[in-house]
Structures are given as structure tokens and as C-alpha cells.
């Protein structure tokens, strides 16, 4: 079954970077939308990024304006691992980050239904 594991998180500075990473098994990786999301109690979860490849094998991001320019997404398709560059962090990016799957597609976005997800990883940024 599709499985998820994130690690990564931590407590930084404001100014920081974080680096959160995902292990997924389970189906092919490569061929699968991958995002972030966070989530802060009480509010909605917000889609951080995506990446996924087109047939021609082209990759494509898409990120909230809340972080571009300061996050970054890629993926090691021989790891099967995404991950979540996070610099220049600030206290607003104090949140529980999530990473999701939807296998075997070929365009996505953020607002796109993720069908498996991890159980998150804690990122508190003090000021």
C-alpha cells in the first residue's frame, strides 16, 4: 500500500531553513503529483506546493504565494523522496507540513484531491 514518511521538521529562527524530506513506497513514484500542505489548528490547510511531470517527462512546480521565492519542491525519483527547501523562514510558516501523493498523473496543482497522505511533520518558527 502507498505509504508516506515525513521528517524534517523542527524548531528554527526566524531567517532559518529547514529542509523536509519524504519517503513514499507503494506505487511508482516517478509518475505520481507530489505536494506539500500545512496546516495550523483552527484554520484550513493550505497547499504549499506541487511538482509533477507531463508525458514528454517535463517538470513543472506551482507555489502558494505565501512562500515563492523562499521555498523550493524537487524530487529523487531513485530515492523515491520529495522534498521541502524552506529558507527564510518566518513565524507565519509555523505549521503542521504535510506530504501527499496522487499517483499516475500527468498535471495537478495544489488544489487538486490527494488521495494519500503522511502524517506530517511539526515546523515552529520562533521570532
Known amino acids: 500500500q502507498v505509504q508516506l514518511v515525513e521528517s524534517g521538521g523542527g524548531s528554527v529562527q526566524t531567517g532559518g531553513s529547514l529542509r523536509l524530506s519524504c519517503v513514499a513506497s507503494?506505487?511508482?513514484?516517478?509518475?505520481?503529483?507530489m505536494g506539500w500542505f500545512r496546516q495550523v489548528p483552527g484554520k484550513e490547510r493550505e497547499g504549499v506546493a506541487v511538482?509533477?511531470?507531463?508525458?514528454?517527462?517535463?517538470?513543472?512546480?506551482d507555489y502558494a504565494d505565501s512562500v515563492k521565492g523562499r521555498f523550493a519542491i524537487s524530487q529523487d525519483n531513485a530515492k523515491n523522496t520529495l522534498y521541502l527547501q524552506m529558507n527564510s523562514l518566518k513565524p507565519e510558516d509555523t505549521a503542521m507540513y504535510y506530504c501527499?501523493?496522487?499517483?499516475?498523473?500527468?498535471?495537478?496543482?495544489?488544489?487538486?484531491?490527494?488521495?494519500?497522505w503522511g502524517r506530517g511533520t511539526q515546523v515552529t518558527v520562533s521570532s
Open positions: 501527499a501523493a496522487r499517483p499516475y498523473v500527468t498535471s495537478c496543482s495544489r488544489s487538486a484531491g490527494f488521495g494519500y
Open positions: 511538482i509533477y511531470s507531463d508525458v514528454a517527462g517535463t517538470y513543472y512546480a
Open positions: 507503494g506505487y511508482t513514484f516517478s509518475s505520481a503529483c
